[in-house]
């Protein structure tokens, strides 16, 4: 057995129903700390659920799952321990339109970590300033554009320190000139030695950033490979067929 | 080669300048909104004599015909137009009800304190904070007003509380209790504990099926018959306990439409941010919810107040009873309509300023709304 404290991430034989519906099918995965994991498949194949398990989103009801040695056991405090781990972001940004961006960022740190409210300032702008957003600093949510909403985003969950970022399809809600001040910003956290899942079409960003791909098709893994291996010699069918769909869209 | 199209665009135009003279203005508008076909001349002079028949008529009765001053009644005995010296005889009965006349004067304070803050929240000078304490205030200074016995004031029993006082403590009682329960009941509503969601569902649907009257009976006269006298309040409070159920459970229901028109993400975004429950409920969930439902619970609030009204029915005197009681007066007791337009008026203009209030907020809700598009 591997030393659980190597694996940022580890799930176990998860297994999810939506009712009846079938939707996470033996599902095992580890991310180690550095690393990064592009999750890609068609559409309903379960890669939102899978990451919405992860931080406890959406439950299961099958398998284990350990994030930064703590498991899931259904309890509060798991819950909150496994939440402090990991940072969201969302395809729709999900901003609190109330709150500047400011507030945005220094709420979970205030209220969630019982951190005081300066130490918090401080390290917003810091962040604000790495994702280049310190002008929009007290501006609303409706009033940035959807390029810089996302960057605000990103900026809300690398508040908490995340020992692991999960980005669900965080580019494609964006119209096409501002998928790249995005993909710019994640690509430089992923230099900084940031443990990632992401999952994401833009295959690019895969090759570029990712250490593992991983495949899904119907709630099962089908295939998991470094980034020159799946993109040149794909070994199945179903991987084939949906690398030419997504070559065909873009 | 082709032959050259018949159709043609003539290039050129002319400077700009004003529409043609009639088309725009005063007297265009007048003629296309009233006068525009046959039918619509004769709708709206007919309507037009209507109105000014009837406006004269009202105009003889109430000014022209009126009696201003008549000691004992007897002036307003052959007249043929109102009689207001009902109301310079009786309002202070209507307005303070059995209060102790000496003692009237604190019923005049709470009138001008709710007045005055009344006016102060709705010209939004301070912070929606700083309104709340406001009211804080406002409320407790009313209770101990009327109760007495603090600051050489004599103590007066809530037998005696009556009129206008009394009409607004009931209303800010029912508003201040009400609002958070309501709340309560909406997150009940919708939470993931069963025996919680049934018991809200079940508090907001069988309040809701019962009448006011029936509720307020049962809390004042027949709740007593049950509890244990140790466990018997006031009356009073008793039936304002009744309001404060039944205003809420309407209000539940405003309070969770709210609730459902904010989008998922936004709590799965506070939880993910490692949010407990409450701290998302306050600081996400319900600024964003009550926001939304604030313009819509006006209506019940104001319905809130025109219920106080129903209190009169138990034997307490709120403006409506205290006027009723006034106008028994043998000298008086024919003038009941000028009595009864006093209090129209009252309510009147306390529930349309609180309707242009709940408009307003509406309207600034919908200009954020523009600047805040998701
Ligand atoms: N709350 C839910 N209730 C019932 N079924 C759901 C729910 N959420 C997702 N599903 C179903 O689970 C399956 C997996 O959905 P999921 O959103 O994880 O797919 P996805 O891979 O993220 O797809 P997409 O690329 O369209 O985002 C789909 O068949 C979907 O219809
Ligand atoms: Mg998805």
Known sequence: ?250 | MTEAPASYATIGGAPARLPPLGSTGFLARLHKRYFATPLMSIVTIVLAAITVWALAGLFRWAIWDAVWYAPEGAACRDAAGACWAVIAEKYRVMLFGAFPYQEQWRGGAIIALWLVWGVLTATNLFAVSLRLIGWLIVFIATIALLQGGIFGMPHVGTDLWGGLPLTFLIFGGTVAGGLPLAILLALGRRSQLPAIRFLSVATIECVRGIPLLVVLFFAALILPLFLPDQLNVDKLVRAEIGMIIFFAAYAAEVVRGGLQALPDGQEEAAKALGLSYWQRMRKIVLPQALAISIPALFNDIIRAFKNTTFFSILGLFDVLGATKAALQDPNWVRYGLEGYLFVFLLYFLICSGMSLYGRSLEQANARRGRKVER
């Open chain 1, 1 to 250: 057995m591997t030393a659980q404290k190597d694996f940022v991430v580890s799930m176990q034989a998860v297994n999810k129903w939506f009712g009846k519906h079938h939707v996470l099918r033996d599902v095992s995965l580890g991310l180690a700390a550095g690393e990064r994991i592009v999750l890609c498949g068609p559409s309903g194949s379960g890669k939102s659920t899978l990451i919405r398990c992860i931080n406890g989103l959406e439950g299961f009801q099958e398998g284990t799952l350990t994030v930064c040695g703590a498991t899931l056991d259904g309890t509060q405090e798991r819950l909150a321990e496994v939440r402090s781990h990991t940072g969201m972001v969302f395809q729709n940004f999900n901003l609190f339109p109330h709150l500047s961006v400011m507030d945005n960022l220094t709420l979970g740190a205030i209220y969630a970590r019982g951190e005081p409210e300066d130490a918090a300032t401080e390290r917003a702008k810091g962040l604000l300033e790495r994702v280049q957003l310190t002008s929009q600093t007290w501006k609303y949510p409706g009033q940035l554009s959807g390029g810089q909403r996302q960057r605000v985003a990103i900026a809300r969950a690398l508040m908490l320190e995340p020992e692991v970022m999960l980005f669900d399809e965080p580019t494609s809600a964006l119209d096409p000139e501002m998928v790249h001040e995005v993909l710019g910003v994640m690509e430089e956290l992923a230099q900084s030695g940031q443990s990632m899942i992401v999952v994401t079409h833009e295959m690019g960003f895969a090759r570029r950033v990712s250490d593992l791909v991983v495949f899904m098709d119907q709630g099962e893994i089908v295939e998991a490979a470094p980034p020159e291996t799946f993109f040149s010699a794909p070994a199945t069918d179903r991987a084939r067929g949906f690398l030419g769909q997504i070559s065909h869209a873009t």
